[in-house]
């Protein structure tokens, strides 16, 4: 999702300059194991750069760290994310998002980013 657009699977509906926000179902990552809501949590945390750094262009950083801070773990299987902002100078990013669930606020997200414009990941032809 983008301000301004719905909820789609469409890539390239989403490829503008608005904020981005995902809401994602995780299948377990072992056959047959549960995946917990820790690991939910830290997976999807790495959903973070793209929320934050996909612009009208594409996504043109490559995330270098990811911090998650919980005030609860997630409940049931869904996990969403929303940016609430970006900002770079010098070929340096860093992104903040929100983590919720279907009840509400669980944490925040950080992500520090090096621009990597050479390799812009075009999410639009997707």
Same mark, same amino acid.
């Given at each position: 999702?983008?301000?301004?657009?719905?909820?789609?699977?469409?890539?390239?509906? +989403? $490829?503008?300059?608005?904020?981005? !926000?995902?809401?994602?179902?995780?299948?377990? %990552?072992? !056959? &047959?194991?549960?995946?917990?809501?820790?690991?939910?949590?830290?997976?999807? *945390?790495?959903?973070?750069?793209?929320?934050? +750094?996909?612009?009208?262009?594409?996504? &043109?950083?490559?995330?270098?760290?990811?911090? %998650? *801070?919980?005030?609860?773990?997630?409940?049931?299987?869904?996990?969403?994310?929303? /940016?609430? +902002? $970006?900002?770079?100078?010098?070929? %340096?990013?860093?992104?903040?998002?929100?983590?919720?669930?279907?009840? &509400?606020?669980?944490?925040?997200? !950080?992500?520090?980013?090096? /621009?990597?414009?050479?390799? $812009?990941?075009? %999410? &639009?032809?997707?």
């Amino acid at each position: 999702m983008s301000d301004g657009a719905s909820w789609s699977g469409s890539f390239a509906a +989403h $490829q503008n300059s608005n904020r981005k !926000a995902v809401w994602q179902r995780f299948p377990p %990552l072992v !056959a &047959g194991e549960e995946i917990s809501p820790f690991v939910r949590a830290a997976v999807m *945390a790495e959903t973070t750069s793209l929320v934050c +750094h996909w612009g009208s262009a594409g996504a &043109g950083f490559i995330n270098i760290d990811t911090t %998650l *801070a919980l005030t609860r773990l997630p409940l049931g299987v869904g996990l969403g994310l929303i /940016a609430d +902002h $970006q900002r770079s100078r010098s070929g %340096l990013s860093i992104g903040v998002a929100t983590m919720f669930d279907r009840d &509400g606020y669980i944490g925040t997200c !950080a992500v520090t980013a090096i /621009a990597n414009a050479r390799r $812009q990941l075009n %999410l &639009g032809s997707q």
